[in-house]
């Protein structure tokens, strides 16, 4: 998923699963990670015996497991009942960044609970409790790894609750797969408006052929249903949708301005209120950052109106894959206004665009050319030019 315009667009609701399985997976190394740092204080007390093997555990929790028994194996007594180790400070940096990540998915999803959660992280950490250096003291990893007596807070206790918190959510985050889509948490009601717009992305997703994209995700959130597109590989390129009652708001944001008007003219006979195209800039998103979003309110007056603008924008949504690519080979035949016009047509038709690429684009029409007329096209001569504009389009 396009997480970071997900964010940019306000809606961390629709990233509650990843956020939640991400969250899971940290809360799995910080287990590891604490096991290393009781493995390199007994090595360190300890030169003499076995050194702890966590070789099977680092593997589970996808962590390099050279890394870890080079600072088990590496540990030993310093100045002042320290414990000096490689890796050391990188191993405290790792554990502050995992429950970072725990606390980010628990705020996507009950954001009371992540503000409690980020305080007591804070105030851990303004203590020194996480500090990265090359060495540490054994009592402060014994309190890092143990539970603090008379109920006072500690690392421990916090990612325990933190562990607590992402077991609840992952249980609203139940996926199930409701005509190919990603599905979580939704209410009975919000089968029928998924399944309208998975009918329609199922009556043209075969004209992307095998280009990626297309990957649509649903889930409840703030009292909404919410169906997200990721459409093809641009990372500003997504569209979310809203669903209450009858009421469907889009929100489709893009890179290039004309393919967004294009979008937007898929649905005239949808009376929808539109937005203007406004112009955001985020790092990383376009080119020079740039990207425009449009929205669209269509208040339906009944269900099956609701469902069909819902098929409506699932359909349309291929013919936006490879557009700005195809517009410009076509811009090479015909004026710009009319090389748009025709990938509107096709859209309408449902022929799209995809598999005039697939064969060639420019080369295909410029083949066609020379077989029919090959002696009244000039070289780089456009068509519309020989033919005139009716006969070009």
């Known amino acids: 998923m396009k997480s970071q315009i997900i964010e940019q667009l306000g809606q961390t609701g629709m990233l509650l699963p ?36 966590l070789q099977a555990e680092c593997r589970a929790a996808s962590i390099p497991p050279a890394a870890i028994a080079t600072l088990i194996g ?24 995992d429950i970072a990540a725990m606390i980010r998915a628990v705020r996507a ?11 007591r992280l804070a105030a851990m950490l303004a203590a020194g409790v996480l500090d990265a250096a090359t060495e540490i003291e054994v009592v402060r990893i014994a309190r890092l790894t143990g539970m603090a007596e008379n109920g006072a807070d500690s690392l421990h206790r916090l990612v325990m609750d933190l562990h607590k918190a992402l077991n609840r959510l992952a249980a609203r985050c139940a996926e199930e797969i409701v005509d190919g889509a990603h599905v979580f948490g939704l209410q009975p009601e919000d089968h029928a408006p998924v399944q309208s717009f998975m009918r329609g ?19 409840r959130s703030g009292g ?11 990372d500003a390129h997504v569209v979310v949708i809203a669903v209450k009652a009858n009421t469907v708001t889009v929100t489709y944001t893009d890179v290039h301005r004309a393919r967004a008007r294009f979008f937007v003219a898929q649905f005239e006979k949808f009376p929808a209120a539109w937005s203007g195209l406004d112009r955001h800039a985020a790092s990383g998103l376009g080119d020079d950052g740039t990207f425009y979003l449009v929205t669209g309110d ?9 469902d069909a603008f819902l098929a409506a924008i699932g359909a349309a949504l291929v013919f936006l894959i490879d557009w700005n690519k195809a517009r410009k080979l ?18 309408r038709h449902r022929i799209g665009h995809r598999a005039f690429l697939e064969l060639g684009g420019d080369e295909l029409i410029g083949a066609a050319v020379r077989n ?6 000039g070289f780089g001569e456009r068509l519309d030019q020989a033919l005139g504009r009716d006969a070009a389009v």
């Open 330 to 347: 076509l811009r090479s035949w015909v004026a710009k206004g009319d090389a748009a016009n025709l990938l509107g047509w096709a859209a």
């Open 298 to 306: 269509y208040q339906a007056d009944s269900a099956d109106e609701r």
């Open 74 to 97: 590496g540990a030993h007594m310093a100045a002042d009942g320290r414990i000096a180790a490689p890796n050391l400070a990188k191993l405290m940096k790792d554990i502050a960044d």
């Open 109 to 119: 999803g009950a954001p009371q609970e992540g503000e409690a959660f980020d305080a």
């Open 372 to 377: 029919a007329a090959p002696t009244r096209i």
């Open 224 to 234: 909404r249903l919410l169906i997200q597109n990721d459409i093809g590989t641009t």
């Open 18 to 53: 990843s956020l939640v399985a991400e969250g899971l997976g940290a809360n799995d190394r910080i287990k590891v990670r604490m096991s290393a740092l009781q493995g390199a204080a007994q090595h360190a007390r300890q030169p003499d015996q076995a050194v702890s093997d």
């Open 201 to 219: 992305l199922g009556e043209t997703k075969m004209l992307k052929f095998d280009h990626p994209g297309l990957d649509t995700m649903a889930t």
